[in-house]
T-cell receptor, first 113, second 112 residues
Framework: EAGVVQSPRYKIIEKKQPVAFWCNPISGHNTLYWYLQNLGQGPELLIRYENEEAVDDSQLPKDRFSAERLKGVDSTLKIQPAELGDSAVYLC???????????FGPGTRLTVL | QQQVKQSPQSLIVQKGGIPIINCAYENTAFDYFPWYQQFPGKGPALLIAIRPDVSEKKEGRFTISFNKSAKQFSLHIMDSQPGDSATYFCAAVVQGAQKLVFGQGTRLTINP
């Protein structure tokens, strides 16, 4: 069974530029999560989707961050404009349903210069 | 109250030793406590988990000890191997939700 796929794996941009991350969850998984992982820290939830619906986006900085999950499968997380403090690893995870085990992708490491 | 505090930040153990990683929490609404293992360049992967109605759970060389009254839980790795070198995160889940609250992580190194 293929795992959670994320791309790109690495991204280097200058501050104020936009950036987008893509996630393909495990086939059949209805729940999708985006996490932020700062260096030396545990992941922190940004947003959770149940199918196409964002059911928990309370931790998403909505002034510059946006996310979508069209057709309830793939998801995109966008930052516009990026700031220096956004440098981190952005992890995507999926689970068959809410409350079930989450499977994490390898993450996208973002560096903002 | 949503925090999970993890210690130590880093740990070096000789092969065959028993590293112990500790976590503490305040929120009594947490009802599920998983541990994740993360290798460099990879996402976290579920290692073992426990619910507060049991005091210990073993899976292979990994054991969780849980002290509900003290609101503490710990991970023990028996007969540790160099391949166990990774970052370990404890986490907790709020009752009725699936929102993982992670500890700060412990970078474990097992020397040959």
């Amino acid at each position: 069974e293929a795992g959670v796929v994320q791309s790109p794996r690495y991204k280097i941009i200058e501050k104020k530029q936009p950036v987008a991350f893509w996630c393909n969850p495990i086939s059949g998984h209805n729940t999708l999560y985006w996490y932020l992982q700062n260096l030396g820290q545990g992941p922190e939830l940004l947003i959770r989707y149940e199918n196409e619906e964002a059911v928990d986006d309370s931790q998403l900085p909505k002034d510059r961050f946006s996310a979508e999950r069209l057709k309830g499968v793939d998801s995109t997380l966008k930052i516009q404009p990026a700031e220096l403090g956004d440098s981190a690893v952005y992890l995507c995870a999926s689970s068959p349903r809410w409350r079930e085990e989450q499977f994490f992708g390898p993450g996208t490491r973002l560096t903002v210069l | 109250q949503q925090q999970v505090k993890q210690s130590p930040q880093s740990l070096i153990v000789q092969k065959g030793g028993i590293p112990i990683i500790n976590c503490a929490y305040e929120n009594t609404a947490f009802d599920y406590f998983p541990w994740y293992q993360q290798f460099p360049g990879k996402g976290p992967a579920l290692l073992i988990a426990i619910r507060p109605d049991v005091s210990e759970k073993k899976e292979g060389r990994f054991t969780i000890s849980f002290n509900k009254s003290a609101k503490q839980f710990s991970l023990h790795i028996m007969d540790s191997q160099p391949g166990d070198s990774a970052t370990y995160f404890c986490a907790a889940v709020v009752q009725g939700a699936q929102k993982l609250v992670f500890g700060q992580g412990t970078r474990l190194t097992i020397n040959p």
